[in-house]
């Protein structure tokens, strides 16, 4: 599944292309991919709206009309191509007229994406699709004390705490392995015995590594491109997930399973607490 820095990087691109572009006409070929309203109203509400904003919340693309934020979680498989003509194609499932003569196609093969729109509103975080996500990790409010008070007292393992969405939102498995990889700590290790230090070490890690992930499109692993001929680089800068011998100790990488996800460690230079 994509994760912030991927979806970040699909943003940027499409501001390039269709920033201030007017909606003429959508074609919705798969109704469930949209979530909070018919098909018919949301075909009408859209018609005549621009693209203006670009924004992001974890792993939620934002984007703000001139009365609506339409709202797109990628999920596995989710990707936007343009077009210049209309393509037929089963994986396709909606496709956005647009005023420069080109069409936006949301294209999934798992038709695991979901799309929301809702009327434009001040504090995004109100909207129904967020009840269950937490602030984004870039967001000034998360620190390392905030992360403590939301950990200490969880009978749950670190790695599930940085997956949790309504924690601290935008980190993925990947960047997870190599938030544990950076702070040392192995994976496994209970949130409630992590110390305050650990925690500021644990957000200082989690900014600095998913923004410069950002800065280099995000990571390529399996079937994830930013859908517009962008193609992440950080899997050429990972440290630990993916790997077989540690970059640091030079001892082997070891793969386990933890909260059910595939993970990496190095076992000599991450403890367990």
């Known amino acids: 599944m994509p994760e912030a820095p991927e979806v970040q990087t699909v943003l940027s691109t499409l501001e390039t292309q269709i920033k201030d572009v007017v909606i003429n006409d959508i074609f919705v070929y798969y109704p469930k991919i949209i979530d909070n309203v018919e098909v018919e109203a949301f075909k009408k509400q859209l018609k005549g709206q621009a693209f203006r904003t670009f924004s992001r919340l974890g792993k939620y693309l934002i984007f703000g ?4 934020d339409l709202i797109v979680h990628l999920r596995m498989e989710g990707k936007f ?5 209309l393509c037929e194609d089963k ?7 647009l005023s420069n003569e080109k069409y936006m196609s949301y294209h999934d093969t798992r038709k695991f994406g979901r799309i929301y729109l809702y009327p434009k509103k001040e504090d995004i975080h109100s909207y129904d699709c967020f009840k269950n996500v937490g602030y984004d990790y870039t967001d000034e409010r998360v620190n390392g ?3 403590y008070n ?21 980190i993925g498995n990947i960047y997870a392995d190599e938030i544990c990889f950076e702070v040392g700590l192995d994976p496994r290790s209970r949130a ?14 989690t900014k ?3 923004q410069g992930a950002t800065r280099f499109g995000g990571t390529t692993i399996r079937s994830y491109t930013s859908s517009l001929g962008v193609t992440g680089r950080f899997q050429l800068h990972l440290k630990v997930h993916n790997q077989t011998q540690c970059k640091v100790c030079h001892q082997n990488i070891k793969k386990i399973t933890v909260s059910q996800r595939g993970t990496y460690l190095c076992p000599n230079c991450q403890k367990r607490k």
């Open 91 to 97: 994986h396709i499932h909606l496709v956005f007229q």
């Open 65 to 68: 009309l001139d009365d609506y």
């Open 192 to 205: 409630s015995k992590l110390s305050k230090k650990d925690c500021e070490r644990i957000v200082f890690a």
């Open 150 to 170: 939301c950990v200490h007292s969880l009978k749950r393992n670190l790695k599930s705490c940085l997956l949790d969405q309504s924690i601290m939102a935008g």
């Open 208 to 210: 600095r590594i998913l």
């Open 145 to 147: 004390m905030y992360f």
């Open 81 to 85: 191509y343009l077009y210049d003509k």
